[in-house]
């Protein structure tokens, strides 16, 4: 059942939900620009990492699961690019149309629920031609 489910679906209700409860700092600023730590470089530079980088590295590690997942065959994994699909059209709406969403972080996050439809797609597809194939080779 689990295996139908997107991964990435969770980091976009994550950011919906941070984004329509209007968190984020004193000034303004959104949940993504808000700053988690700074790290002193010995280059003398100073890495600010915001909560949106730490966002974007969890979507990565979902991203990189759903591609380990996407190799497998069968009814659930027609359903789970189905879902990604959807995942994906809900994050380009929410890009496009709704307020706290148009910048770099959640376009970033919406370019992986891209990658994941369209590599979940082409995976499942030469898997299963290569199935295919050597299915019919046995046959013969």
Do not use: C
């Not at 699909?85 to 959640?106: E, P, R, Y």
């Amino acid at each position: 059942m689990y295996q139908m489910f997107p991964l990435l679906a969770l980091g976009l209700i994550i950011n919906v939900v941070l984004t329509f409860t209007g968190i984020g700092g004193v000034d303004g600023s959104q949940w993504h620009e808000i700053k988690f730590i700074e790290l002193p470089m010995m280059s003398g530079d100073i890495w600010k990492v915001t909560w949106g980088d730490l966002f974007l590295v969890a979507s990565m590690a979902l991203l990189f699961v759903e591609l380990l997942r996407a190799t497998k065959t069968g009814s659930d994994s027609i359903v789970n690019h189905a879902l990604s699909f959807v995942t994906f059209v809900v994050s380009l709406l929410l890009f496009i149309i709704f307020k706290g969403f148009g910048n770099s972080v959640f376009f970033i996050f919406m370019t992986m629920t891209l990658l994941d439809f369209m590599a979940g797609f082409i995976v499942t597809t030469v898997t299963a031609r290569r199935d295919l194939s050597v299915s019919s080779g046995i046959i013969r």
